[in-house]
């Protein structure tokens, strides 16, 4: 019984050891890994602003949400909002939008955007994502007079890709 409890001990310090290097090496590796090189978020949203002339505004009391999403999501409920960001659906190469004035005398704004969604490798510290072409974009007119998307490549870089001019 004592020769077999030896062993056993003998065998658990040579485990042991081999788990306390596989745990310092891992740590380390973790430790290794991040993304300090990464610059800006690691999604491509594209980030909506509503204008009035060359103005940036805020709306009031706007509520966005998505059509067709699980549960028609809501991005933003009954918020001031000067900016929304409008994700989009790597299953889709379109994604229609909501905007709820949350007023009885004026009507909801629907903007439809159709897409490519284009897979990006940035670098081994960052990975790979996902960056969207714009190819098509239809909006109805009842608060939106005009949208205008300066750049059709959506990255994610933190600027306003989508700019809805309001009445």
């Known amino acids: ?27 380390a590796t973790i430790a290794s ?5 990464c610059s800006g978020n690691g999604s491509a949203i594209p980030l909506a602003g509503f204008y009035n002339g060359d103005k940036q505004v805020s709306i009031a009391s706007l509520t966005v949400y998505g059509i067709g999403a699980l549960n028609d999501s809501v991005i ?3 918020t001031s909002a000067s900016s ?13 939008f909501v ?4 007023t009885e005398d004026v009507k909801n704004d ?13 670098s081994h510290e960052c990975g790979a994502m996902y960056n969207f072409r714009i190819s098509s974009m239809e909006h109805t007119s009842n608060v939106i007079d005009s949208v205008k998307i300066p750049d059709p490549m959506i990255t994610n870089a933190d600027v306003v890709s989508i700019k ?4």
């Open 33 to 37: 890994c991040n993304n300090d090189n």
């Open 76 to 78: 933003i409920d009954k």
């Open 164 to 167: 809805i001019y309001v009445r």
């Open 99 to 102: 905007f709820n004035y949350n």
């Open 84 to 96: 929304v960001y409008l994700p989009l659906r790597l299953s889709s190469t379109n994604c229609q």
């Open 1 to 27: 019984m004592l020769s077999f409890k030896f062993k056993v001990m003998r065998k658990n310090r040579k485990y042991g050891f081999s788990l306390t290097l596989a745990l310092i090496m891992t740590l």
């Open 110 to 122: 629907t903007l439809t955007l159709g897409y490519d969604a284009i897979p990006y490798f940035e």
